[in-house]
């Protein structure tokens, strides 16, 4: 459906490198990276707002790479989401629908079928300015949606809205996706990320550095950026060690880790979600169970309960939860021990790529 | 907190004397003059005939040169091309501008030896003592002022609301009329008050390119020179509450639109 090649743009300090991407008919494509990553820019380049200095954009086969914005069939919601302010919501939406010079009836009867589902049908007389942040995005959805565009690009869509309200935006975009509207979603919010999207590209310093559905990127990062995005804090360069058919690696700061079967670089980096290390005073029983003794350095509160930072040589991070910090009264400076499985840990990328993001 | 009120003191004193300085000279002129004199000069058909014919040349003017003015100041919003800042220079110029010096240099141009006073009178139309050349000289000094005021409304209007309209299919021409214009309206009305104002106050580049037909500020001078003070006081008055009528009129009118925009963004916050 969607098909950009090697698109390239140049911008005052920063530039966008070779992206190629593939959006298929009804997918919910989500472009994740940071502020000042490209993922603007690069809407604004697929939908023709800035032209690129190279590379090419298709759409349904169809190269629209010099294509005039207007002509293009791609619907783009910005971040601030641009209604115009001296319009009433109904003129905002009936806005395209007039420039397409439809018959009245018709356009009366888009305005009200779009106020319908995205539920403004009494905004409709109010003025832009008398809105919500939540209102004015489904405003600014219908203004877009009654123009029926092949591909919808939405620019960051939850960031005017209260987070009381992502909720209800996140279901009416979902909703819109089963409806079979392909859409492409830029956020820097890896949460966003994982309830939308059906696939997932991650952006950083203008180039796609990892794409696939959620589950491949977020579980098998191939970088320690996208690692970090994916929310693990646990990281170790380490070098592999095999002896009678068994793995073992040492980090940096020489903590030895037994790991699970398998075949294994020489050095790599090895992550483990916080989630997955438990402390005890004790240690976890077990033959394999990797068990090291450490200090208790930090015992921050979290969404979910606390995390606890562990100096064992190296530096590991834990979840705990309200009642496991209840029962266990952990408290700074105490020697406890982490202990996770061997395949808790995960090697990141193909381990010889020690380059850091 | 004694500091504090003492420097609202001097500066209270120090704006007060700036203010008087305004008002003191006009309100010795409404003093000077009797009733009876303001009336017999209001009713002194010469006078009404230029206090209506500088109006209606002004706003004229305003109008005509505002079509070219406010694309002008929308390309200054917008765009970048090279020599801007020398082309903002030349917007500027006439503010700095000696206004006799600038009736000198109109004068040249707008002569039958000039370049467009040549090709109009090739046409039958002469550009020097009439209408069309006032309106000229009371443009060129006041444009800035137009351009200026428009080109900080349109550079205020967000340029995301633009793209959005163009993502939605819009032309750039139906851009400029239905989202650029309409939210930079207050400033290009606030610049064409400024504009129209300083156009008929004008009298330094207009009496170099027309003595006639009198504009009002012109007969304020000749009645000065040919009866004294006396005499130019009245009519000064007249065209002073004429044009300060005017000129509240409009203040009221793009005041009243500011406070609805204004309504508008509270609402929002």
């Known amino acids: 459906m969607l098909r950009t090649e090697q698109l390239c743009k140049r911008l005052d300090s920063f530039c966008l490198r070779e992206i190629s991407l593939e959006v298929a008919q009804g997918d919910y494509y989500v472009l994740l990276g940071r502020s000042g990553a490209g993922k603007t820019q690069l809407l604004e380049v697929i939908c023709g707002l800035t032209p690129p200095d190279k590379g090419r954009v298709f759409l349904d086969g169809e190269d629209i790479t010099r294509k005039k914005v207007q002509d293009r069939g791609i619907g783009l919601v910005f971040q601030d989401l641009a209604l115009f302010p001296h319009y009433s919501v109904k003129d905002n939406i009936m806005y395209p629908l007039k420039l397409m010079k439809l018959p009245l009836r018709e356009r009366v009867s888009r305005v009200q079928r779009a106020a319908e589902e995205m539920n403004i049908t009494d905004l409709l007389l109010r003025k832009p300015a008398n809105l919500s942040g939540g209102e004015k995005q489904r405003v600014a959805l219908a203004r877009t949606l009654v123009t029926e565009p092949k591909i919808l690009l939405l620019d960051e869509p939850m960031a005017s809205v209260d987070a009381s309200l992502k909720d209800s935006i996140r279901r009416m975009l979902r909703r819109l996706n089963r409806n079979g509207q392909t859409i492409v979603h830029v956020t820097h919010d890896f949460g966003e990320a994982v309830s939308l999207a059906s696939r997932v590209g991650v952006m950083h310093n203008g180039s796609i550095i990892q794409e696939g559905t959620p589950a491949e990127v977020f579980n098998h990062p191939a970088n320690r950026f996208v690692a970090r995005y994916a929310g693990f804090k646990n990281f170790f360069r380490v070098t592999f060690v095999k002896s009678y058919n068994s793995w073992s690696c040492v980090t940096d700061n020489r903590t030895k880790f037994r790991l699970a079967k398998g075949e294994y670089p020489s050095s790599g980096l090895l992550i483990i979600a916080a989630g997955e290390v438990l402390v005890s005073r004790q240690g976890a029983a077990g033959v394999q169970i990797n068990n090291i003794h450490g200090v208790i350095d930090d015992v921050v509160p979290s969404p979910t309960g606390y995390e606890i930072t562990v100096s064992a040589g190296d530096i590991f991070y834990a979840d705990i939860t309200h009642r496991g910090m209840e029962e266990q009264k952990f408290v700074i400076g105490e020697q406890v021990i982490v202990s996770f499985r061997p395949e808790s840990l995960r090697l990141v990328g193909n381990g010889e790529d020690k380059k850091e993001y | ?269």
């Open chain 2, 1 to 269: 907190m004694k500091g504090h009120s003492l420097f609202n003191w001097i500066f209270a004193i120090l704006a007060s004397l700036v203010l008087l300085f305004i008002i003191a000279p006009l309100a010795g002129m409404f003093l000077d003059s009797s009733m009876g004199e303001i009336r017999n000069t209001a009713a002194d058909p010469v006078v009404r005939r230029s206090v209506w014919y500088t109006l209606a040349i002004a706003f004229t003017a305003t109008i005509l040169f505002a079509v070219g003015a406010v694309p002008l100041a929308w390309i200054m919003a917008r765009r970048k091309f090279p020599l801007k800042n020398v082309v903002q220079g030349i917007i500027d110029l006439p503010v700095v501008l000696p206004h006799t010096a600038a009736g000198i240099a109109l004068l040249g141009f707008l002569s039958r030896d000039g370049l467009l006073g040549g090709a109009a009178q090739k046409a039958g139309v002469l550009l020097v003592n009439n209408g069309a050349g006032i309106a000229m000289a009371m443009a060129f000094v006041s444009l800035p002022f137009l351009i200026n005021a428009a080109r900080d409304g349109f550079a205020a209007v967000p340029e995301r609301t633009e793209k959005a309209a163009l993502m939605l299919g819009a032309s750039p021409s139906r851009i400029f009329f239905t989202i650029s214009l309409p939210q930079a309206w207050r400033s290009v009305v606030s610049g064409f008050i400024m504009m129209f104002a300083r156009g008929m106050s004008e009298f330094g580049a207009v009496v170099i390119i027309a003595y006639h037909p009198m504009i009002a500020p012109v007969l304020i001078y000749d009645r000065f020179n040919t009866y004294g003070l006396s005499a130019a006081r009245p009519a000064s008055i007249i065209f002073i509450l004429v044009a300060l009528v005017f000129f509240v009129l409009f203040r009221v009118l793009a005041t009243e639109r500011r406070q609805i925009f204004r309504r508008e963004d509270d609402a929002t916050d």
